[in-house]
């Protein structure tokens, strides 16, 4: 089980290391799209975590960390997409994919378990 406090730092980080890959990307057309879109969907998942974390209810603790979820499966996509490209070198981005898979497990896992409580809540 991971803990609130260790997963918040973690996404922090997470949104921290894509901000630097905006950064480090070369101004040219596709990469000025790509930077925007990752900036955007790593950030976001941040930030929807720490909503998340403050929930109005449990239903809107399964919505944020739903969002969260779709937010790191986007940024993974545009990750993928930068390396594929070679905007930088794609070995300097294989500890941010990792990272990436292994918050995608752990988001997938807190949702699915929210929305079965969701379900079994409503069944009651």
Known sequence: MVHPADLEER?????????SVCEALPPRLGSTH??????????SVAANYA????????????????????ELVESRMWLRIIAMK????PKSLQKLLVE?????????????????????????
């Open 11 to 19: 996404v922090a980080q997470f949104a921290a290391r894509a901000i």
């Open 86 to 89: 070679q905007y930088v070198d």
């Open 51 to 70: 909503e998340a974390c403050v929930p109005e209810s449990r239903k809107d603790f399964a919505h944020k960390t739903g969002i969260a979820l779709k």
């Open 100 to 124: 990436t898979d292994e918050l995608v497990r752990i988001f997938h896992t807190s949702v699915r378990t929210a929305r079965r409580n969701l379900a079994e809540d409503s069944n009651q």
């Open 34 to 43: 790509l930077q925007d879109q990752l900036f955007r969907s790593a950030t």
